[in-house]
């Protein structure tokens, strides 16, 4: 027999910077094996121990293929195989009751990026909410307060190219964990190395960046931007910052000076538990090795100043004439280089008069307390909350609200999917068309369909077509077939577009945007920023708005923003949970506690594979060794982390990659497969921090207590019973 | 827990897998190469490119075979990092034949 084999060029879906290019191996319309493209410039053929195993994800026993309905009790996971005519029947008859009584606010949708791409990802169902008139929803996950940060400081700048960094002196890793998240970046990372430079990682954990740095430098998590205010104070009084630049492509540099002089070292050091000499090292170091870059993380964002830690960071670059070299500078998001009609995929123009905002890191309130009008139905896509929003228990209660019509789309019966009403079977990467920008390099990358979806699952795209025509929508915009939807989405008269076609694209399966020579970019050696001022903007003119979520993370609508008060200038504020700035929560839960990505999950996703489970292990929780004695915790011991607002178990690992006061546990383990059926998100609080209404995953205080499995069977039992009765 | 190399690598040294590797992970002396445990990110990247199929991902390790996990841990930690193509030794192509002859 001559099996016919074919190769199909692909790219990855999920929400990693790194956006790898993929080549799909097909035997007989199976799809055998999924491998890097070796030629791509930045991800080289390599992928990472998430998607090692991408072909067999596909034919997971688990996969969901079929519609189902919910035939138990809410959130007993048993359902039964409908058809798609009697799904979507049931949708519209529920919904349309809900627009009669509650009008269409009354529906809303529950999405981030499970799934990437300009078709099926961030956007895909906002056109449709639009249509429909739902409750508009905010989506500020991941990003957005550092984003708003870098916006208020350098404009949506496309920042350095992360091919660039071989040509780097001093590379600071900050709030980052590469060869964890995005480990395409440490080939460059470490090539600079060879070539002499010097790798610092500013992380409360000693992760394995950290370990690979030359320098690890913990710090109290939410202290980054004393630290980053303690810099420039030590680089202007010491007068290491580069005058000509300052002058030239920079304003507010007195107000600045001003501002980071109340942050004296000491003080810093007493903030962010660096010692003092390591601050100054850090500071005249960074100041004088060029170019010098820093690569900062989301996790910046993550306790009450986020926004503004992101913001005093970013002026540090144009303070020190970074931007003057190719490889110095900022790295964060790439995305401004991606020409996208973001109107043309959201279609703000078809939102109805008087919508309603709701950010979902609130979803437990929101389904809890929202009137006026309640949320009645719930549509989730791309999306697991129940595993990665804050204040777990809260959207549990929300979840089981008997009146609570609850539609899901998804590869599997996730912990959210188990609450469904409605389940609809969605396609996994090799099974459809997407074309996906990046956000840590500058290379589209077009994913050609390789193999037909398993029985009735259908893309994203599909999926709102098909409920388009169940509500009746008759625009012609829902009639487009995926590539057409492509063509309209891209402004392929961009600069940034120059040279790139469609055709190529598809052919190629990845093109460099038009952002210049890798080996020559330095895209603000002379200014140019994309601010108002078209300088770096130390005092930001743009503060005075107030805050604001950027409009692709909202359906495209720009009003309605939060708008709340934003210092023009860089500032600390202390988190909202800590044993200085919180001392009555922090005598009852004295210790501050981080949730990083695992290594070997993606947020939730592949968590449920046998093998990643094997190699991430069960939820851990890493505790110092002195604050595990006190407890009576030993290594390996099961032990309870809690608060008031929930609880999680976890092996303690007692370890000095943590700081006394900080444990850490990571995200992405099910809660239905803990034996306490919850997960690290249970104890996180869903207040925004100080910009882009980004989550405080960092920003909470716990207790950790050691217990028997008894202890185990009774916490989850009440958590059951508690739950049950509430809604009986 | 990270990936190894077994005993097919010792007197082959084709070494295309150290290029790839991105955290600089293999360990050699004058006969072979072993994988740093703890730097080690599973990529995968080096699995496909060994001729002679040494290299193996801890978690699909035979029984009789994880001794090999220790070995690495072990050897690496004491040798010297590889990051260059080695030669490879004589008869190293046969064994590359006679492996795809039994794959
Ligand atoms: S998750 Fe990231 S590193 Fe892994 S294959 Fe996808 S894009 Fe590449
Ligand atoms: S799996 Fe990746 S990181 Fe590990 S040794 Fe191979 S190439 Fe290096």
């Known amino acids: 027999m001559n099996p016919e084999k074919t190769t199909v060029k692909g790219a990855c879906p999920q929400d990693c910077p790194d956006t790898c290019a993929f080549i799909y191996t097909v035997e007989n319309g199976r799809l055998i094996d999924v491998q890097g493209d070796p030629k791509h410039p930045v991800t080289q053929g390599r992928l990472c121990t998430k998607l090692n195993d991408f072909a067999k994800h596909h034919y997971n026993p688990d996969r969901l293929i079929y519609p189902m309905k919910r035939v138990g009790p809410k959130g007993a996971g048993e359902f039964e195989r409908i058809s798609w005519a009697e799904a979507l029947g049931e949708i519209r008859n529920r919904w349309a009751r809900i627009i009669d009584e509650f009008g269409s606010k009354a529906i809303m949708p529950c999405s981030y990026l499970g799934q990437e791409g300009v078709l099926n990802g961030l956007t895909v169902g906002d056109a449709f909410f639009n249509r429909l008139g739902s409750t508009i929803a905010e989506k500020t996950f991941c990003g957005v307060g550092r984003e708003v940060g870098t916006h208020l400081t350098i404009g949506p700048s496309t920042g350095v190219d992360p091919e660039s960094l071989i040509h780097s002196r001093y590379i600071v890793l900050w709030a980052v964990n590469t060869l964890s998240t995005g480990n395409h970046h440490w080939p460059f990372i470490a090539e600079a190395k060879r070539r002499g430079a010097k790798i610092v990682a500013i992380d409360p954990l000693r992760s394995r960046t950290a370990t690979q740095a030359d320098w690890h430098i913990p710090i109290r998590p939410g202290t980054d931007a004393a630290l980053a205010l303690g810099m420039m104070n030590i680089i202007i009084s010491e007068g290491l910052f580069d005058r000509d630049y300052v002058e030239r492509y920079t304003v507010g540099f007195d107000e600045l000076a001003a501002r980071a002089a109340e942050y004296p070292v000491e003080l810093v050091s007493a903030i962010t538990g660096i010692p003092e000499q390591d601050i100054l090292t850090l500071s005249r170091e960074y100041a004088t090795q060029a170019p010098a870059v820093i690569r900062l993380g989301v996790a910046i964002e993550r306790s009450r100043n986020g926004g503004q830690a992101s913001r005093a960071i970013n002026c540090l670059p144009a303070l020190v004439g970074a931007w003057r070299h190719v490889g110095g500078g900022y790295l964060g998001l790439t995305l401004s280089a991606f020409a996208m009609k973001w109107d043309a995929m959201c279609r703000p123009d078809w939102i109805k008069e008087d919508p309603r905002v709701l950010n979902l890191n609130n979803l437990g309130k929101v389904l809890l307390e929202t009137s006026d009008p309640p949320i009645k139905s719930l549509m989730v896509y791309n999306h697991n909350p129940l595993v990665q929003s804050p204040d777990q228990e809260r959207i549990k209660k929300g979840l089981l609200r008997e009146d609570l019509f609850l539609v899901v789309s998804d590869l599997f019966v996730t912990d959210t999917a188990k609450y469904a009403d409605i389940i609809l079977p969605a396609t996994m990467q090799a099974e459809q068309t997407d074309l996906m920008f990046s956000w840590g390099h500058f290379y589209w990358t077009y994913n050609n369909k390789a193999i037909e979806s398993p029985g009735e699952a259908v893309p994203n795209t599909q999926l709102f077509r098909l409920l388009a025509e169940t509500m009746g929508f008759n625009e012609p915009e829902w009639r487009r077939t995926d590539e057409e939807m492509i063509r309209d989405f891209i402004d392929w008269e961009s600069p940034m577009m120059q040279g790139i076609s469609f055709e190529a694209l598809q052919q190629n399966g990845y093109m460099r945007t038009a952002v210049g020579d890798k080996d020559a970019r330095a895209p603000h050696a002379e200014g140019n920023f994309p601010t108002p001022s078209g300088k770096c903007e130390f005092k930001s003119s743009l503060a005075e708005q107030g805050d604001f979520v950027p409009s692709p993370f909202r359906a495209g609508y720009e009003a309605m923003q939060d708008g709340s008060y934003i210092d023009p200038l860089p500032t600390y504020i202390p988190p909202f949970e800590s044993r200085d700035s919180a001392p009555q929560i922090a005598a009852k839960y004295p210790l501050n506690i981080i949730s990083p990505k695992a290594h070997g999950f993606l947020n939730s996703q592949y968590a449920n594979e046998i093998k990643q489970r094997k190699r991430q292990g069960d939820p851990i929780l890493i505790i110092h060794p002195e604050d595990a004695r006190p407890r009576g915790i030993g290594n390996g011991d099961t032990v309870k982390v809690f608060n008031d607002r929930g609880a999680f178990i976890g092996a303690a690992i007692l370890s000095t990659d943590t700081i006394r006061g900080v444990v850490a546990s990571y995200l992405g383990h099910w809660g239905t497969d803990s034996r306490a059926k919850s997960a690290v998100n249970s104890i996180s609080s869903d207040r925004a921090a100080n910009m882009g209404r980004a989550p405080t995953f960092s920003d909470n205080l716990v207790e950790v207590a050691k217990v028997d499995s008894e202890a185990i069977e009774a916490l989850s039992m009440g958590a059951r019973r508690a739950a049950i009765a509430e809604h009986a | ?103």
């Not at chain 2, 080096?46 to 390790?61: R, Y």
């Not at chain 2, 009789?64 to 190293?92: C, H, M, T, Y």
Request: aromatic letters at 4%; a negative charge.
């Open chain 2, 1 to 103: 827990m990270p990936h190894v190399v077994t005993e097919n690598c010792t007197g082959c040294r084709f070494t295309d897998c150290v290029t790839v590797c991105p955290v600089s992970c293999f360990h050699g002396d004058d006969d072979r190469v072993y994988i740093d445990p703890v730097a080690c990110i599973d990529c995968g990247a080096c699995v496909p490119l060994c001729p002679v199929a040494a290299i193996s991902e801890d978690l699909n390790l035979t029984d009789d075979r994880l001794e090999w996990i220790e070995i690495n841990a072990d050897k690496a930690s004491a040798l010297p990092v590889v990051r260059e193509k080695q030669a490879p030794f004589p008869g190293a192509e046969a064994r590359r034949a006679s492996v795809a002859g039994r794959a």
